[in-house]
């Protein structure tokens, strides 16, 4: 099946810094999408983006189907960034997930 | 809408016993998936259904555990019997599309088998 490798696996960012993400695939998919997981276990989509570039506020995110990756850049963090941050293909109906990036962000 | 509902938040059980977890879906969301999340093995799929009926259950582990959703707004997973291993968030996850824009996750179930 499809796999999905995501780098690095830990991070910890000061306050303020800036960040980057990223997620590998083997195969074609779908879509994809980027997800956080907070310290309380609640996973909130951030982003659907089977390709191009997206952005909400301090976070932004670039597929680049053909080449099989996708980016997430988190600029400015604050502590209420740390988590896990998860990508995630589908491949036909399947949602397949990354292992993740765990990411803390210190004051 | 209330968003994918699940229940119950938290299960201690006994070894050796039935559980039984429960999720409601989006109203209108064709797509249910059930997840189990552990620190070893990260998120896994277990199965998932596309109108009401079962597409993949590759990823249940074992015959101990099942899937059912007997309708558009109800869907269950039973482990029976219950082992320690099987301690874990179970999350349940519903979309309206076949490439799964709207995808949203319920709040999980945290199970611990004793």
């Known amino acids: 099946g499809i796999q999905v490798e995501q780098s690095p696996p830990d991070l910890i960012l000061q306050e303020g810094a800036n960040s980057t993400l990223r997620c590998n695939f083997s195969?074609?998919?779908?879509?994809l999408q980027w997800f956080h997981q907070n310290p309380w276990g609640q996973l909130i989509n951030l982003f659907y983006?089977?390709?191009g570039t997206k952005q909400n506020g301090r976070l932004s995110a670039t597929t680049v189907a053909t080449e099989r990756y996708s980016l997430l850049y988190i600029s400015s963090s604050q502590t209420t960034d740390s988590g896990v941050y998860f990508c995630a293909v589908t491949s036909y109906d399947k949602v397949i997930f990354g292992p993740g990036t765990s990411l803390s962000v210190i004051p | 809408d209330a968003g994918v509902i699940q229940s119950p938040r938290h299960e201690v059980t006994e070894m050796g016993q039935e559980v039984t977890l429960r999720c409601k879906p989006i109203s209108g969301h064709d797509y249910l998936f059930w997840y189990r999340q552990t620190m070893m093995r990260g998120l896994e799929l277990l199965i998932y259904?596309?109108?009401?009926?079962?597409?993949?259950d590759s990823g249940m582990p074992e015959d101990r555990f099942s899937a059912k959703m007997p309708n558009a707004s109800f869907s269950t997973l039973k482990i029976q019997p219950s082992e320690p291993r099987d301690s874990a968030v179970y999350f349940c996850a519903s979309s309206p599309r076949r490439d799964n824009y709207g995808y949203t996750f319920g709040s999980g179930t945290r199970l611990t088998v004793v």
């Open positions: 259904f596309n109108n009401n009926v079962p597409i993949d």
């Open positions: 195969d074609s998919v779908n879509n």
């Open positions: 983006i089977p390709s």
